[in-house]
């Protein structure tokens, strides 16, 4: 059974950092994509940022780049998420998600829209205030 399960999440002040972690277990680690993906009250949601765990490629939304960071440890099975120089509208609920996904010519397929993957945590809340 896939499980996801988000933490990390809480308060922090503008221009501060906090880093989620995504601790996954049930399935291949290395053959999936991992997502983060966050909704504001009131708003769609919306993707963060992705990673492919089998080569190590990423995708950021332009909100987040340059601020964020994804990364993964294949031998632990956690995706983390470091964000630094947070903004009040980075206040959502943050979720992670996981696709086993194809290599197509030496590389990974890496989805970067939510309805592409299939599973998901349950999410964890980061709030910033100003």
């Known amino acids: 059974e896939v499980q996801l399960v988000e933490s990390g999440g809480g308060l922090a002040q503008a221009g501060g950092t906090l880093t989620l972690s995504c601790a996954a277990s049930?399935?291949?680690?290395?053959?999936?994509?991992m997502g983060w993906f966050r909704q504001a009250p009131g708003k769609e949601r919306e993707t963060v940022s992705c990673?492919?765990?089998?080569?190590?490629?990423?995708y950021y939304a332009e909100s987040v780049k340059g601020r964020f960071t994804v990364s993964s440890d294949n031998a632990e099975k956690m995706v983390y998420l470091q964000m630094s120089s947070l903004k009040p509208e980075d206040t959502a609920v943050y979720y992670c998600?996981?696709?086993?996904?194809?290599?197509?010519?030496?590389?990974?397929?890496?989805?970067?829209?939510?309805?592409?993957?299939?599973?998901w945590g349950q999410g964890t809340q980061v709030t910033v205030s100003s």
């Open positions: 998600a996981a696709l086993e996904v194809p290599r197509i010519g030496g590389s990974y397929y890496l989805p970067r829209d939510d309805y592409e993957y299939d599973y």
């Open positions: 990673i492919a765990n089998g080569d190590g490629s990423t």
């Open positions: 049930g399935f291949t680690f290395d053959r999936y994509a």
